[in-house]
């Protein structure tokens, strides 16, 4: 994972809040072209911006991950697979693992990612 940024660009006392911005180097745009997420601070154990960066930095690099593949998806160019086929050896199944495989679920539409930016 690359280096992010995180910046606290609002704090409401009162309900103590704290409006965040993220980036990555590889994000498609600077730290503040981009929408601030809330934070509520009193669901947090923590006493210094630091401490506070640090509890929410495992969300904001799943964030970042999120948004910098949406930015940038892998194309991979597959207009030549049309037409290809291959003949391989069908899996074997040990015969004592057929009773505790797991079973394989259908395959599911996912829909497009849901961003995790709130806008206020």
């Known amino acids: 994972m690359s280096k992010i940024s995180i910046k606290i660009v609002e704090?409401?006392?009162?309900?103590?809040?704290?409006?965040?911005?993220?980036?990555?180097e590889h994000s498609l745009k600077p730290i503040d072209e981009y929408p601030a997420i809330a934070f509520q601070i009193s669901n947090f154990n923590v006493k210094t911006p630091?401490?506070?960066?640090e509890a929410?930095?495992?969300q904001i690099t799943q964030y970042v991950q999120q948004r910098?593949?949406?930015e940038n998806p892998d194309?991979?160019?597959i207009s030549s697979w049309h037409g290809h086929s291959v003949e391989v050896e069908a899996h074997v199944v040990e015969p004592?693992?057929?009773?505790?495989a797991v079973?394989?679920?259908?395959t599911q539409q996912i829909p497009a990612q849901i961003s995790?930016?709130?806008?206020?």
């Open 96 to 100: 004592t693992l057929i009773a505790t």
């Open 56 to 58: 929410i930095r495992p």
């Open 50 to 53: 630091e401490e506070f960066v």
């Open 103 to 106: 079973p394989v679920l259908p």
């Open 11 to 24: 704090v409401d006392q009162t309900t103590q809040t704290a409006l965040i911005k993220y980036s990555s």
């Open 75 to 77: 194309n991979i160019d």
């Open 116 to 120: 995790p930016e709130v806008i206020l």
């Open 68 to 70: 910098d593949a949406a």
